[in-house]
């Protein structure tokens, strides 16, 4: 196999990946999102002296799993425009 099929494989497998991370941590952290949510909503329903407690939580929790899809968008930004894949493709042309 030559160095432009390689280079092209790697890419190609590499935009799948990228695709894998957004979409599935995209829909982990909504479905993660949209459970805490009904869980604070049905709390609140149950004892509404509750609700500044539980409100501090979720919105604390809503920030760590927007950061934990954020840092998924990163590890893919990184594959996209810099990856350190490619870099095999060029030791096997030497």
Same mark, same amino acid.
């Given at each position: 196999? %030559?160095? =432009?099929q390689?280079?092209?494989?790697?890419?190609?497998y590499t935009g799948?990946g990228i695709? =894998?991370?957004i979409? =599935?941590?995209?829909?982990?952290?909504?479905?993660?999102?949209?459970?805490?949510c009904?869980?604070?909503? $049905?709390?609140?329903?149950r004892?509404? $002296?509750m609700?500044?407690?539980?409100?501090?939580?979720?919105? =604390?929790?809503?920030?760590?799993i %927007?950061?934990?899809?954020?840092?998924g968008?990163?590890l893919?930004?990184?594959?996209?425009?810099?990856?350190?894949l490619l870099s095999a493709?060029?030791?096997?042309?030497k």
């Amino acid at each position: 196999m %030559d160095n =432009l099929q390689l280079f092209a494989m790697i890419q190609a497998y590499t935009g799948v990946g990228i695709g =894998l991370i957004i979409g =599935l941590g995209a829909a982990g952290a909504c479905i993660g999102i949209g459970i805490m949510c009904a869980s604070f909503l $049905e709390g609140a329903a149950r004892q509404p $002296e509750m609700i500044p407690q539980l409100q501090g939580k979720v919105f =604390l929790l809503l920030g760590l799993i %927007d950061a934990s899809f954020i840092i998924g968008v990163g590890l893919a930004m990184m594959f996209a425009f810099a990856n350190p894949l490619l870099s095999a493709v060029t030791v096997v042309a030497k």
